[in-house]
C-alpha cells in the first residue's frame, strides 16, 4: 500500500484530539476526510486544505451521506477511519435520567457502531485497512461523576475488541486508544450536558457537584500531567503505520498508573483508591 496520499475518515475535528490529529495527518501526507458539526468549524477545516463534511453521530443520515460521498471521491476505496467525535455527560449515576444515558450512547456508542458497520464492507472487499477508536481510560476503570460517559466507553470496548477478533486475517486491524487527561474542549463542552440534565439542587450530591461545576467552568481538572493532544497523535501514528497495531494504546500518566493498579490490586482496593478521588 502506497504510504503517500493513504485516505483516512476523522471525526470530530473542530478541536482538540481530532483538530490535531487532522492537520498531522494531512501534513505526513493522508488525505483527511475531517468531520464536524458547525459550519464555523468547518470553514476552518477548509482553510486549511481538508475536505471538510457536516457529521452528527445522532443523525443517521448524516453518516450515510459523508461515506457515499467519500466514497465518489475515492472510487471506492478508504484507508482508516478514526472515531473520535464525543461528549461527555457527567453526574452521578443515581441523578441520571434515562434520556442522558440515551444521548450518551446516541453520540459515544450507537454513531460510532453506525461508521463502522459501513466502512467495514469497504476494507474486506480491498483486503486492508486501519479502524481506531479514540476510547478513554474510563473504559478501562471506573470514576466517580463519570458513570454515563465510562459506560458508553465500557461498551464501546467490548463491541471493538469482538470486531477486532472477527476481522482476524482480513488485513483490516482495530485498535483503541484509551487517553487519560488531555487538553481539549471536553470539559467544557459537556458542561451543557451537565446542566441540561442533572438536577443539582435536588441531589444527594449537591456540594460535591457544585466543586465539579467549579472545575468544569474553568475548563476542567487541572493537572501537571494533563498533556497535550499530540500525545495521541504519536499513538494514532504507530496504530496506523505499525505492520502489528496494539488492540490498546494507553496514553498519559494518570491512564497508564491505573491500568497498572487494576492488573496489581484485589478490586476492593481499586474501587476504594478510586472512590477516595474527588
Sequence with gaps: MDKHNRTIIVTGASSGIG???????KANGWRVFATARKPEDLARLEADGIEAFYLDYCDAASIAAL?????????????ALFNNGAHAQAGAVEDLPMQALRDQFEVN????????????????RQGHGRIVHCSSILGLVPVKWRGAYAASKHA??????????ELEGTGTHVSLIEPGPIESKMAANGLQWFEKYIDVDNSPHREAYQRQLERLRAGGTKSRFKLKPDAVWS?????LDSPRPRPHYVVTTPARTGVLLKRLLPASWLYRILASQA
Aim: glycine share 8%.
Design 109 to 124: 456508542f450507537f454513531g460510532w457502531h453506525d461508521l463502522t458497520r459501513r466502512i467495514v464492507p469497504v476494507m474486506r
Design 19 to 25: 483538530a490535531y490529529c487532522t492537520r498531522a495527518l
Design 67 to 79: 461515506v457515499e460521498t467519500m466514497l465518489e471521491r475515492t472510487g471506492g476505496t478508504l484507508d
Design 235 to 239: 499513538e494514532l501514528r504507530h496504530a
Design 156 to 165: 464501546l470496548e467490548g463491541l471493538m475488541l469482538c470486531l477486532r477478533a
